[in-house]
């Protein structure tokens, strides 16, 4: 597999995606980027200006993730039943299994939510309610619809529900920095960790598109736009699971934030964003029952800790960020943790994880 880059405004005019006429009048830019794919943002002033990814042939999996996120972009331009998912995700443009390139259309002066929140020092209610009714939209898509996809879903869980298995991903996770190993040591020693975890394993479902990285980042808001319309992107870890993982991650995410900017009471920081987010959701979806909403707390726990387990990249002791979400994510475990997520989203439940 050739890398693109040695000849990509070339390739870009033999797919027809970007004209002469285009490239001659001194307004068009190329940035490049690397983090587990290649990708490339072509600016235009005047043209269509695009995002393109390519696959890198040293990152395992990564062939197979960005040619499932153009089968799911494919679904929802060509299938009835996506096609109300249209104006929340981004426009396929061309897809070459070749050379593992995706082309999108570039959302302009777009910025993620988790940039915006930083910058702002705070995350909007309106876009929280938005990301939830968003997961509600593809969580509900029918069953048959999935099926004919054909496409070749892991339906798995993730890895966080899967460290007690047989073959176990625990030699990679531990193998990345001491740090890693050091959390993953400590998730392990802790028993209202491993009974959460193997609870969420065992009611694990596989009924649902669901998204698989489903945070702040992962979600685009434009500036010129007057509606504030959120685009969720970054579909490679889509997979049929349990819906109550990306409701976990969504609730999470507004934790995480506030935990980066070193808030000492993040949990309580976060509740009116997880409100109007878990509200939202509830209201769209047939999913918004008290034993839901306990699988998706729990899920939540289980989301604090693999972010912790994120920051310990290349570090050799544990951060603090990667310890205080644990000492939430512990919290989240107990009745008392429970009752107080329930209680901030204004919603009953049973409570059933402790």
Same mark, same amino acid.
Request: glycine share 4%; charged share 20%; net charge negative.
């Given at each position: 597999? !050739?890398?693109?880059?040695?000849?990509?405004?070339?390739?870009?005019?033999?797919?027809?995606?970007?004209?002469?006429?285009?490239?001659?009048? #001194?307004?068009?830019?190329?940035?490049?980027?690397?983090?587990?794919?290649?990708?490339?943002?072509?600016?235009?002033?005047?043209?269509?200006?695009?995002?393109?990814?390519?696959?890198?042939?040293?990152?395992?999996?990564?062939?197979?993730?960005?040619?499932?996120? @153009?089968?799911?972009?494919?679904?929802?331009?060509? %299938?009835?039943?996506?096609?109300?998912?249209?104006?929340?995700?981004?426009?396929?443009?061309?897809?070459?299994?070749?050379?593992? %390139?995706?082309?999108?259309?570039?959302? $302009?002066?777009?910025?993620?939510?988790?940039?915006?929140?930083?910058?702002?020092?705070?995350?909007?209610?309106?876009?929280?309610?938005?990301?939830?009714?968003?997961?509600?939209?593809?969580?509900?898509?029918?069953?048959?619809?999935?099926?004919?996809?054909?496409?070749?879903?892991?339906?798995?869980?993730?890895?966080?529900?899967?460290? !007690?298995?047989?073959?176990?991903?625990?030699?990679?996770?531990? #193998?990345?920095?001491?740090?890693?190993?050091?959390?993953?040591?400590?998730?392990?020693?802790?028993?209202?960790?491993? !009974?959460?975890?193997?609870?969420?394993? $065992?009611?694990?479902? %596989?009924?649902?598109?669901?998204?698989?990285?489903? $945070?702040?980042?992962?979600?685009?808001?434009?500036?010129?736009?007057?509606?504030?319309?959120?685009?969720?992107?970054?579909?490679?870890?889509?997979?049929? #699971?349990?819906?109550?993982?990306?409701?976990?991650?969504?609730?999470?995410?507004?934790?995480?934030?506030? %935990?980066?900017?070193?808030?000492?009471?993040?949990?309580?920081?976060?509740?009116?964003?997880?409100?109007?987010?878990?509200?939202?959701?509830?209201?769209?979806? !047939?999913?918004?029952? @008290?034993?839901?909403?306990? $699988?998706?707390?729990?899920?939540?726990?289980?989301?604090?800790?693999?972010?912790?387990?994120?920051?310990?990249?290349?570090?050799?002791?544990?951060?603090?960020?990667?310890?205080?979400?644990?000492?939430?994510?512990?919290?989240?475990?107990?009745?008392?943790?429970?009752?107080?997520?329930? @209680?901030?989203?204004?919603?009953?439940?049973?409570?059933?994880?402790?």
């Amino acid at each position: 597999m !050739e890398p693109i880059a040695r000849n990509i405004i070339q390739t870009l005019r033999a797919r027809g995606l970007v004209l002469q006429r285009d490239l001659v009048d #001194g307004s068009s830019v190329l940035f490049m980027g690397r983090q587990r794919n290649r990708f490339f943002v072509f600016k235009q002033l005047h043209g269509p200006s695009l995002f393109i990814k390519q696959a890198h042939e040293n990152e395992p999996g990564t062939v197979q993730s960005v040619a499932l996120e @153009a089968q799911i972009y494919q679904a929802v331009a060509r %299938t009835d039943a996506f096609r109300h998912l249209q104006s929340v995700m981004p426009q396929l443009l061309h897809f070459d299994p070749d050379s593992a %390139t995706m082309t999108l259309a570039l959302i $302009k002066d777009a910025e993620d939510l988790g940039a915006r929140a930083r910058r702002m020092c705070h995350n909007s209610p309106v876009h929280a309610a938005q990301m939830g009714r968003i997961a509600a939209q593809y969580h509900a898509l029918p069953g048959q619809a999935l099926d004919a996809l054909d496409v070749a879903f892991d339906r798995k869980p993730h890895w966080i529900f899967r460290l !007690e298995e047989d073959p176990s991903p625990l030699s990679s996770l531990r #193998g990345r920095s001491p740090a890693s190993a050091a959390l993953i040591d400590a998730i392990r020693a802790i028993p209202d960790f491993n !009974e959460t975890l193997a609870w969420c394993r $065992k009611h694990w479902e %596989t009924d649902a598109l669901i998204h698989g990285d489903f $945070k702040l980042e992962n979600f685009l808001v434009a500036a010129s736009d007057a509606n504030q319309k959120l685009h969720l992107i970054d579909w490679e870890r889509a997979d049929l #699971g349990d819906p109550a993982w990306d409701v976990g991650c969504g609730l999470g995410a507004f934790v995480i934030h506030y %935990t980066m900017q070193q808030n000492p009471d993040a949990l309580d920081a976060a509740l009116p964003e997880m409100r109007a987010f878990w509200a939202a959701y509830s209201a769209a979806s !047939e999913r918004h029952d @008290a034993a839901f909403l306990d $699988k998706c707390i729990a899920m939540m726990a289980a989301r604090l800790l693999v972010a912790g387990y994120e920051y310990c990249f290349a570090q050799d002791s544990l951060p603090d960020m990667s310890q205080t979400l644990m000492q939430i994510a512990r919290r989240m475990t107990t009745r008392e943790g429970q009752r107080k997520v329930c @209680a901030g989203l204004a919603a009953p439940c049973m409570q059933a994880v402790s």
